[in-house]
């Protein structure tokens, strides 16, 4: 068989989350030890067909909140702003492609600012053909919360979040896996609460009735934090694609969700 | 009048080239103090609508030469090298962009392997809106040459020579400015022949007659050398626009290209 049709199966999702690969109570600071931790884990999970998109952590949101570039072009000053927020989320890109690459996985990165453009925020347009090229030839393709272009607003914020979502519905991915920085969802902030409850599994109607009762985050976010993060993934559930969060900051969790094994985390599914 | 208005001048393409911006006699070797002095140049002569396009030096050519990665996909060990052949480019890129950004140039990148493809090496497909959308908000677009997905091959290079003629004719560009680690074109390799004359106008015409002559690189250079440049420079110059060729290494010489005054170099014209 070859390579081309193996590689012919629906495409698994990896969120890694700014929070994971940075410490967002500093400024542009990565953790370069975890993202070396999890090159490791997608290199000993070799799962096929596989889809990163990374989040922006302290890189991305203190920089966009700095120049409030996700409220769109509404001064000059912030040109520069647009132009320092895209650079440093290609700063922590490449340092997260280079712990993906030394440990000889065939990671390509795709900027989104490079081939996506949204409308009020949405995505509106991206040709997923050089995407769909990397997959076939067996490429590990890695997008990344950025700055972007907007039609109506001149540019904004695309979260990570959104192109997890728009990827797994475009692609008809078989999962998504959410690494985040707390081991699931909680019908409260479990930073904050002391008493906050984690679910272990959720079905869409049970994660819509607690949609008003879930935790705001700690550390700034421009992209809405754990609420954001599910609104986002209501639509890719409500296509049958089941999305599992893990806590990507403690050893082997995103390596077991990724071979499929059983690990502490939450299961959100259609029914 | 507004900025937008403002920005509808034609574009001038700087192509900075990677023996520039790198020494190419060692490998994966910046030469960030020329980035800055660079940097200080654009930032000093301040022209609207420009774009720069950067080569690849001694990140891109050595990796690339090692795994064949312009004769196309042969083999899966060229996989990993693809990886790290983009992944070294956007180092290279990222370390522009830096000295770009913090000399407060609203300079952003374009990823090309993200945007664009190739047929047989030349390009086949690339939208260009956000370039479109980048020039007239203010914004300085940086390209550079990279690895490229090819329809027909797999994979290639594409060289940032082949992105500056593209872009030049496609935007109809006012000039083309030409970078180099030399003082101009000369009848043979200047670094070789030591009676090496330099021409300070060619038109079209002579350019033709002159191109057999001319010398080879002296490092490697996948994407062909001096000849190579000026055989991708050929359509733009057919096109009416005219080539000016300095040298980067030197102080003030590429300020002086990009406002206009006099400088050492050559100027091609189509007549």
Same mark, same amino acid.
């Given at each position: 068989?070859?390579?081309?049709? #193996?590689?012919?199966?629906?495409?698994?999702?990896?969120?890694?989350?700014?929070?994971?690969?940075?410490?967002?109570? $500093?400024? #542009?600071?990565?953790?370069?030890?975890?993202?070396?931790?999890? &090159?490791?884990?997608?290199?000993?999970? $070799?799962?096929?067909?596989? /889809?990163?998109?990374?989040?922006?952590?302290?890189?991305?949101?203190? =920089?966009?909140?700095? !120049?409030?570039?996700?409220?769109?072009?509404?001064?000059?000053?912030?040109?520069?702003?647009?132009?320092?927020?895209?650079?440093?989320? =290609?700063?922590?890109?490449?340092?997260?492609?280079? &712990?993906?690459?030394?440990?000889?996985?065939?990671? +390509?990165?795709?900027?989104?600012?490079?081939?996506?453009?949204?409308?009020?925020?949405?995505?509106?347009?991206?040709?997923? =053909?050089?995407?769909?090229?990397?997959?076939?030839?067996?490429?590990?393709? /890695?997008?990344?919360?950025?700055?972007?272009?907007?039609?109506?607003? %001149?540019?904004?914020?695309?979260?990570?979040?959104?192109?997890?979502?728009?990827? &797994?519905?475009?692609?008809?991915?078989?999962?998504?896996?959410?690494? +985040?920085?707390?081991?699931?969802?909680?019908?409260?902030?479990?930073?904050?609460?002391?008493?906050?409850?984690? !679910?272990?599994?959720?079905? #869409?109607?049970?994660?819509?009735?607690?949609?008003?009762?879930?935790?705001?985050?700690?550390?700034?976010?421009?992209?809405?934090?754990?609420?954001?993060?599910?609104?986002?993934?209501?639509?890719?559930?409500?296509?049958?694609?089941?999305?599992?969060?893990? $806590?990507?900051?403690?050893?082997?969790?995103? !390596?077991? &969700? #990724?071979? %499929?094994?059983?690990?502490?985390?939450?299961?959100?599914?259609?029914?």
């Amino acid at each position: 068989m070859r390579a081309s049709e #193996l590689n012919q199966r629906k495409p698994v999702i990896l969120k890694v989350g700014g929070s994971v690969i940075t410490d967002k109570n $500093n400024e #542009l600071a990565p953790q370069t030890q975890v993202m070396n931790r999890l &090159a490791e884990e997608i290199q000993k999970a $070799n799962v096929k067909n596989l /889809v990163i998109v990374h989040g922006g952590g302290s890189f991305g949101h203190p =920089t966009a909140q700095k !120049y409030a570039i996700k409220d769109g072009l509404k001064d000059d000053k912030q040109i520069l702003g647009f132009a320092e927020t895209h650079h440093v989320m =290609t700063v922590l890109n490449g340092l997260f492609m280079d &712990a993906l690459v030394w440990h000889n996985i065939p990671a +390509v990165s795709i900027t989104p600012s490079s081939c996506m453009t949204t409308e009020m925020g949405r995505i509106k347009f991206f040709d997923e =053909t050089i995407l769909k090229m990397l997959l076939r030839m067996g490429f590990l393709p /890695v997008l990344y919360g950025d700055t972007i272009l907007d039609e109506k607003l %001149g540019f904004t914020i695309l979260s990570g979040d959104q192109i997890v979502s728009h990827i &797994a519905r475009k692609f008809d991915a078989e999962r998504i896996i959410i690494g +985040v920085d707390v081991d699931g969802l909680y019908d409260a902030d479990p930073k904050v609460a002391e008493n906050a409850k984690m !679910y272990s599994h959720l079905t #869409l109607q049970e994660l819509k009735k607690l949609q008003d009762k879930l935790g705001e985050p700690t550390a700034c976010d421009v992209t809405g934090g754990m609420l954001g993060k599910m609104t986002e993934l209501v639509p890719a559930i409500e296509q049958g694609i089941p999305v599992t969060i893990v $806590n990507g900051t403690k050893q082997d969790y995103i !390596y077991k &969700a #990724l071979s %499929g094994e059983k690990v502490e985390g939450t299961i959100i599914e259609r029914e």
